[in-house]
């Protein structure tokens, strides 16, 4: 994909500091609907919108899909419409889980800690980072995918005071977004759609998977850069 | 180029945020310079497995804190180092996609199967909270008796109901073992102690069964051990009427007409005594009442029984001389024979699966049937103390208080109370572990719910009883818990398991660990254990062990007792001897000897065949067919016919047809077969599950279930049955191609 992200040669620590929280809002927003969450929800678009407004024309479409997001009232009253679909879509329904979150699920055999899970653990740990006590969530689960990603960003950006080792931690990036997280958002995104009955779903699927190619796209460039 | 403050003006949050909310991730993943070095090696955690009752140990192999794989504990005197294909995949469960991960709530009042509840996730206080406040305000509205309580009868269940001081505490024995169970109290063990499972079938030398299909429901030990005994020269004969697995296996399989085993065992029981073909020295030594059973049984001559089962009078002759003159012989039992729960005479004919056992001195004896062997142990009264109880009222909706012998609860009448409102109107339930499909004629219990203001269900799936709670509460699996446990399938010598699990996943609960916060919620601290004395407890119960946890894991999570087989020489009743004329069937009113008792139905013209319920290998109950591969193997139940029958009704291998009784009607795949008598139609359980949310199970097959009829207990109690079991099989059906 042609990389339309405006980067400039000096200025690569301020676009990973933009996708660090890029990462974090989209995970931000994904996380079970609250009051508290409701409370957040706009300032994390406002984020999003922010960043996706400096990646150039190839983000156009999805701030404008921000826009119409946040031109729904996500309030109090619709609160608990968000809480049922996310319930139906991400954790349990009576239809089984319509669009389970989580890379196993999409893979042959059908259980999780399949091994999409065990990849992901085995990367985080080279990584060195280890999942939490305080989750029991796979590890393959869209969120502590979309963490590690944040994770390593920061780690990109405290490394990038040699050029060369920042590049070790694109890589892995890079590696990360084409071997594990791509491959499975974009099929889980259309189940997402099928399913979706408030829309909010639908779009912050699509951002998510949008945002993934374009950091691909992103990455990959700036591996060829640094061969060249 | 844009810089950080730009990026912060831009960023739009709220006055009350700040930079750190900017900078908070989710807290998925901790750095861990130990992580960096993943682990090379499996550990191993120990655990028992929970698919069925037979507990078989296993070993769980380990890698960064999840389990990869199972293995049988070589040291565990059930598994012997193997699963059974249930067991093996039951890793599954623990990994399925399917699992309830969170508690739940409904946010839709309209309750019905395939209605959406519209759930949401909730926190466990506010799940907790519902139960409790809903209880409370039912309790003080309409008395702890509007209060069901639909769970296995573990210790902390029958702790929970008396707590809160309802009587309605619904177990399925009577759908299950509760025949088996008051026959071997009554006569050997004494009430309440012990099950009548341990059956030393690897050194029998002649194996008898009636219905009993251990192999054909692939209980690990029990297959393994009546192949090693055939290996051996061992004898088996298996009356059934269909060829079962084990019957497949048998030297003599007899087609012998359904519910009249209890006939033919009579004559065998005659025979043995009127030739004189006893254990005389067994008999004076260790028995009482063997001269009014010889009275009892004059009148049950082989030709009399010939006429009732089609079992030639000779053939049980034959059958009675070498039972008694080929040492050690055995009548096999376990649930869902012909002892039980399947005929109205079924608590009889368990009564004669001991006799015979007893006549032979085949009653704890290498080759017979053995009273568990249980280390000495500790009780957890002697160091949790609890007030006295509420006193609860004695009636139960289910009608049980007039069965004297089992307070367990019934399956069968709990639906009928409810809708009657009789004695007393019913308000709550909460389930633990059981789905709809588990009950007779699920539709009355369906309806029966609905006229409920409150139900919370506890289990690891979206099963469609889920469908109709207000509040579900996502247990952890058998890989989750933590423990020791005994060997109570097959203890031929004390021994423990040792259950080290795995953190629960996503937000499950123990249920032990939701009723004691119940408890709490509920203001009724009291009751709930003192956490410091349960750790005493439990390090008295290593202390009587004479070890300690570390050492069990470091010796292969198994503790053995004495091996040495002492036969014993007193039993557990009052007499301290068996009793062939059990004291407490006397005091309780019941004749305490067995007699003739026949079917409650028998096929008719217009219903002509008698519905057989039985088991497969590869499913267990309703729990274990969302497991992908357990499909694979078996998609779905059958109906098995008599060949020729199949043939009057063109009906052909594969094709789908009609079953109906009075109570319902379901459609299932054919199979016709020589292996079934032409009066019956076979029918396996573990299918027709209406919950969507098991999506591996759902639309699969039928469920038998809807064909058998619930009761009121004025229906149940003109079956002269002191056990109250279920009958499962007293139903005649017709069959028609769909």
New interface residues.
Partial sequence: MQNDISY?SG?ST?IT??RT?AY?AF??CF??PSKAWI??L??WL??LR??LE?FGPSTEDMVKTIEEIQKEKYNLQTL?TL??E???LF???????LA?P?A??YSEE?????PP??RA??T???????????????PD?L??EL??M??LCKKEMEDSKSYGEASDICKKQHYFLTEQLMPWVSIWRKYVEASDRAGFYTKLAMLIEKWLKIDTAYLTNTGERSIA | MISRRDFLKFSGLLASSSILELDRDLGFLVPSAEAAQPEKEEKKLYGVCGICSMGCAYIAYVQNGWIVRLEGNPRDQIAEGKLCVKGRSSLNILYDPDRLKYPMKRTNPKKGIGVDPKWVKISWDEAIGMVATKFKEIIAKDGPQAIVIFARAKPHLKHFVKSIGTPNLIVHSNACDVSHDIAWESMVTGKGKGRPFTVDYENSRYILSFGWDGPGKSKNKWGRAVNNALEKGARLVVFDPRLSITASKAHEWIPIKPGTDLAVLLAMIRTIIIENLFDHEFISKYTIGFNELKGRVQQYTPEWAEKISDVPAGRIVRIAREFATTKPAVVASHKRDAGGPLYSNSFRVAQCFIIMNTLVGSIDRPGGRILDRKPKLPKEKDFVKYPEYPKAIKERIDGMERYPLTKKGNFFTVAQGILSKKPYPVKAALFWKYNLPSFPNRLRLEEALKTLDFIAVSDIYPTELTELADVVLPEGTFFEGKGLKERKYHAMYPQMALVEGIKPLYDTKGFKKVLYSILKKMALKEYVPDEEALKAFSKAKFEALGTTKKEIHSNGGIWTGDKEFKPKTEFGTPSKKIEFTPSLLKEKGFDPLPYWIEPKVMPNKEYPYRLIIYRTPWQRMMKTQNIPVLIEIYPENTATIYSKEAEKLNIKDGDYVWVESTTGKIKVKAHPSEGIRSDCVAIDHSFGHRGKGMSVAFGKGSNEGDLVPDMTIEEMLKNPDPSANVMWNEVVVKVSKA
């Fill in positions: 400039r200025d301020e500091y933009l929280f974090r995970a931000h996380i079970y409370s957040e706009q300032g406002n984020t922010s960043i400096d608990q809480q049922i996310y319930t139906r954790i349990n329904a009576t239809s089984s889980v389970p989580y196993s699920a059908r259980w999780f800690y399949g899970a065990i653990l085995y985080y740990q080279k990584a060195g980072f280890a999942l939490s006590p305080k989750s029991r969530e796979m689960y969120l502590v963490e590690f944040t994770r």
